[in-house]
């Protein structure tokens, strides 16, 4: 079983629909939960970025982290056809003096269809 | 543009020949990570430097991979005899100094390298 588990999809949705990203994962370690998004042949951009449990939003996009069940949530609302793009969750946990070595899940591709 | 860069952004090589990426982070962050991407794949931690030292390499760093920081602000990821398996995006990233709730870890446009 791998550390992070993640539906690479693809996703397909309308313009305007809501879309609920997930990541499931096993190492309850993990404190710091990230969202990057992918555009085709660039580097990962970082959308959200969490600590430990509970809910962040920011703008359209929701970040949810339920670490009793392991599980992680993007949400993002009004879709539009710039959020095409792969969807990348990350996580980590605290070791040497940082946070800093990322695990990735393999990333969900999504399109939004005007 | 303040962001993390990388160069060359595509690469392609012969197998057996060596090819070295570099990258310069964002200004004033003193940590750089490096990770590779494969299609299909999430990015995978090869090794990090805080400033100048290398603190951490992955196992997937075989001893064809050597990555500096010789001044803790550039760095360049080096691979000796490149190998067809070599061929993926090369990424780099950086943060600065963690906070309470950690730190933020920003990533490049990343070095695509295909070996052929």
């Known amino acids: 079983q791998k550390e992070v588990e993640q539906d690479p999809g693809p996703l397909s949705v309308p313009e305007g629909a809501i879309v609920s990203l997930n990541c499931t994962y096993s190492n309850s370690a993990f404190q710091y939960f990230m969202w990057y998004r992918q555009y085709s042949r660039k580097g990962p951009e970082l959308l959200m970025y969490?600590?430990?449990?509970g809910n962040k939003e920011d703008g359209r996009f929701t970040a949810q982290v339920d670490k009793s069940s392991k599980y992680i949530s993007l949400f993002i609302r009004d879709s539009q056809p710039s959020d095409s793009a792969t969807y990348l969750c990350a996580m980590s946990r605290y070791s040497g003096g940082s946070n800093y070595k990322l695990t990735f899940g393999k990333g969900t591709l999504l399109t939004v269809n005007p | 543009d303040t962001g993390v860069s990388q160069n060359p952004r595509h690469k392609i090589t012969k197998r057996g020949q060596n090819v070295t990426f570099r990258c310069d982070p964002i200004s004033e962050h003193n940590r750089l990570y490096w990770y590779r991407q494969t299609l299909g794949q999430g990015p995978e931690f090869l090794t990090y430097f805080q400033n100048e030292a290398q603190l951490e390499k992955s196992r997937l760093l075989s001893d064809r991979f050597s990555a500096e920081r010789p001044k803790g602000s550039f760095s360049t990821l080096e691979i000796q005899r490149t190998e067809q398996g070599d061929s993926a995006m090369y990424l780099c990233?950086?943060?600065?100094?963690?906070?309470?709730?950690?730190?933020?870890?920003?990533f490049g446009e990343g070095s695509w390298l295909t070996v052929v």
């Open positions: 990233a950086s943060s600065s100094e963690p906070g309470e709730g950690g730190n933020t870890i920003y």
């Open positions: 969490t600590y430990s449990s």
